[in-house]
């Protein structure tokens, strides 16, 4: 997902989930998340995660590139791409996606991509340990596990 800072310069999010636990795991803010940095932040998350079975991504160029899928092969983890064009393929990213949009995203205009990354993390804590999830029940991801 991509947005913009107050000067006007577009800023992305790589977010990460657990399809299972509905359980946001990373969100990265940068300028631009090329391969070598989306494979950067997942190597930092496989240092205190069990490692998925599976990615389910798009067809952006991080995820097609020859680095990454070099990465995901050497670590036993299966890509799956969803079809050009039909973003419901990969619904609960969208719905998270979506959910990010309307609870802050939209409604802050930050000056710098820290204020972004701050936000964000800050964000992820209250999304995981209290906002109310429906599909976990009624509770949050760490609390439904």
């Known amino acids: 997902m991509h947005d913009q800072l107050s000067d006007g310069r577009s800023y992305r999010l790589l977010n990460v989930i657990d399809d299972y636990r509905r359980e946001g795991l990373v969100i990265e803010a940068g300028f631009s998340l090329p391969a070598l940095r989306v494979i950067r932040t997942l190597n930092q998350l496989l240092e205190w ?3 998925p079975l599976v990615i389910r991504c798009d067809n952006g160029p991080e995820f097609i590139s020859y680095e990454f899928v070099r990465w995901a092969a050497e670590h036993g983890i299966r890509i799956e791409y969803i079809q050009p064009g ?3 393929q990969n619904a609960y990213i969208e719905r998270y996606n979506r959910t ?3 609870s802050w995203v939209s409604k802050h205009l930050f000056d710098t991509l820290e204020q972004v990354q701050d936000y964000a993390t800050q964000w992820l804590w209250h999304y995981n340990h209290e906002r109310p999830h429906q599909a976990n029940g009624g509770k949050p991801p760490l609390m439904a596990a």
């Open 100 to 102: 990010m949009r309307y």
């Open 49 to 51: 995660r069990d490692k």
């Open 86 to 88: 039909k973003p419901q």
